[in-house]
């Protein structure tokens, strides 16, 4: 895509290079400890707080209904409104192997001045390894909403721990108020680093993106590490928060390479042949070169932004951004946008675990109640 940053020229010369030491240890210490994801049963995924979301059980499963009392039917017909039925139907099925793990609900702010949805689809993969969390507080009288989405990769407990712990750490973070940005940045580094600790003993070595959202009154923050990302609506236009760290972003790669690492080309470019993207949580064996150090953009909230999506890489990977905004604008509220962009990720061929929020902004309440923030 355009805005996944510049890509690397030199293919040929990249996937001949050999490693450093460092680089090379670690890709064969990961390669050793890879193994194969198990099917099992799904981590069930949510939020602390009351949120509405619906279950069913469907030929001896637990499954998630998103449309109420009706299952795959409707599936198949709001897929039949974008020309692509045929492969939600293939997937809906109840027993063995197509057993379908979905989440879906809403939310809105006490403040009253956003209106959430969000959707969560195992998809395609054996497991599901994203998580989200929405969080709502109150410092200092300014109203405080922060939204992420925790992409997990070699496993699902980095994105588990980054949901249980990420925003609680910022939040009690002493300079959250007065010097956000410092704080967003130093809360993904000391959970980066809480994590490995706590998993020092275990052999695992998974990873996670986060993508977050972080209002503090009308004042935004978008953080991002990793390859899920933060588009904005504007007056219809989209407009990314956020820039994914894939290897073969030209000053990600001299990051990576100065720090003794290299990128190579294995299917995609990826770090030391490993790993696709340059940025994360975890992922001890290669943490000299994966930092967990997040890109942060501000945005003031005015009449013109419409809504914010944060989705997982497995949206990303088959739907623009630009038609991404446009589904949404189609639809009547952020719950049904959110499982609309599930279902459209799904039905043009995601591989991958796709989760994503909306957030719509409810600017006729912004002017009322407490000032920018």
């Given at each position: ?8 020229e ?28 198990r ?20 030929g ?42 979905y ?21 395609r993969r054996?497991s ?11 410092i ?44 967003i ?31 503090v ?42 720090a003794g ?43 013109d ?10 949206l ?16 009547g509220?952020?719950?049904a ?37």
């Amino acid at each position: 895509m355009a805005d996944d940053g510049e890509v690397v020229e030199d293919q040929e010369g990249a996937s001949s290079s050999q490693c450093p030491p460092a680089a090379a240890e670690a890709a064969a210490a990961i390669a050793r400890a890879a193994r194969p994801s198990r099917s099992g049963r799904d981590k069930r995924l949510g939020v602390r707080h009351p949120l509405k979301h619906r279950r069913f059980r469907a030929g001896g499963k637990m499954m998630v209904e998103p449309w109420g009392a009706s299952s795959a039917a409707q599936a198949v017909a709001g897929a039949r409104e974008v020309g692509e039925a045929t492969a939600v139907a293939a997937s809906m099925g109840s027993e063995g192997e197509n057993e379908v793990e979905y989440i879906c609900g809403g939310w809105k702010s006490e403040d009253r001045r956003m209106n959430c949805g969000y959707s969560s689809f195992r998809g395609r993969r054996a497991s599901m390894e994203d998580f989200y969390d929405i969080k709502s507080s109150k410092i200092d009288d300014k109203q405080i909403n922060l939204f992420g989405i925790f992409d997990g990769h070699g496993g699902s407990r980095a994105a588990e721990y980054l949901k249980e712990h990420l925003f609680e750490n910022l939040l009690k973070h002493p300079a959250f108020i007065t010097d956000t940005k410092s704080a967003i940045s130093e809360t993904y580094r000391k959970t980066d680093s809480d994590f490995l600790y706590a998993e020092t003993n275990t052999k695992r070595e998974d990873g996670s993106t986060a993508s977050t959202a972080i209002f503090v009154g009308n004042h935004l923050y978008v953080a991002n590490v990793g390859d899920s990302r933060a588009v904005m609506s504007k007056s219809g236009k989209a407009i990314a928060l956020s820039v994914d760290h894939k290897p073969n972003r030209r000053d990600e790669r001299k990051r990576i390479e100065s720090a003794g690492g290299v990128v190579m080309w294995s299917g995609t470019w990826r770090v030391g042949g490993v790993l696709a993207m340059s940025r994360a949580f975890g992922n001890r064996l290669l943490k000299r070169f994966v930092v967990a150090e997040p890109e942060i953009q501000e945005q003031e909230l005015d009449d013109d932004l419409e809504f914010l999506i944060l989705a997982s890489d497995g949206l990303w990977d088959v739907v623009p951004n630009q038609l991404a905004i446009a589904h949404v604008k189609g639809e009547g509220d952020p719950e049904a946008a959110a499982r609309k962009l599930t279902e459209i990720a799904f039905a043009r061929g995601s591989t991958d675990n796709i989760t994503c929020i909306v957030v719509e902004f409810r600017h006729d309440k912004m002017d009322i109640d407490s000032p920018s923030g």
